[in-house]
């Protein structure tokens, strides 16, 4: 794999674990009048404020996204990919600021709650769109894998695919 450059492939995996830590941010909504959203992560000023580095304004109000790191497994083994946005919706199967309100309840009412989503994906399967890339972090070579795209199982053309 060249470094940089990256490489497709679909699978059918099995999700073994979500990480609890850090699965949502406080995403930047864009400025009032912009239909693009910036998404970046913004800076909590302490004040019940936030900045966007990037569109650099203040904000009360913002997005959470999803920004989950799950471990899967298949035939040939198990490897972390990051799931973003609109697949992490659909891995948890509930939207980001459900999940942002469980998560920033989770020491207290919200617990049991909170645990059940984030364990909610484990065991169960899915056909993933996966983008690998190589990198070199400090003079090592490693592969980091984003699922572009997930997929409940169809058991039955699963099957029919095989057989071809």
Request: hydrophobic residues 30%; glycine residues 8%.
């Amino acid at each position: 794999m060249e470094s940089g450059k990256p490489t497709y492939f679909v699978s059918k995996c099995t999700v073994t674990y979500v990480k609890k830590d850090n699965p949502a941010y406080r995403g930047c909504p864009g400025k009032e009048g912009s239909d693009a959203k910036c998404n970046k992560k913004l800076m909590d000023e302490g004040n019940g404020n936030y900045r966007c580095e990037k569109c650099d304004f203040h904000t009360p109000t913002f997005n959470w996204r999803l920004i989950l790191n799950a471990q899967i497994a298949d035939d040939t083994g198990e490897v972390y990919t990051t799931i973003v946005g609109e697949q992490g919706e659909q891995l948890l199967d509930m939207n980001a600021q459900d999940f942002g309100a469980l998560l920033e309840d989770k020491e207290g009412s919200s617990e049991k709650e909170y645990e059940k989503a984030i364990s909610g994906p484990v065991f169960k399967e899915f056909i993933l769109n996966n983008r690998a890339t190589a990198d070199t972090y400090q003079d090592e070579q490693r592969v980091r894998i984003a699922s572009t795209r997930i997929a409940e199982v169809n058991y039955a053309q699963y099957a029919e695919k095989l057989l071809e």
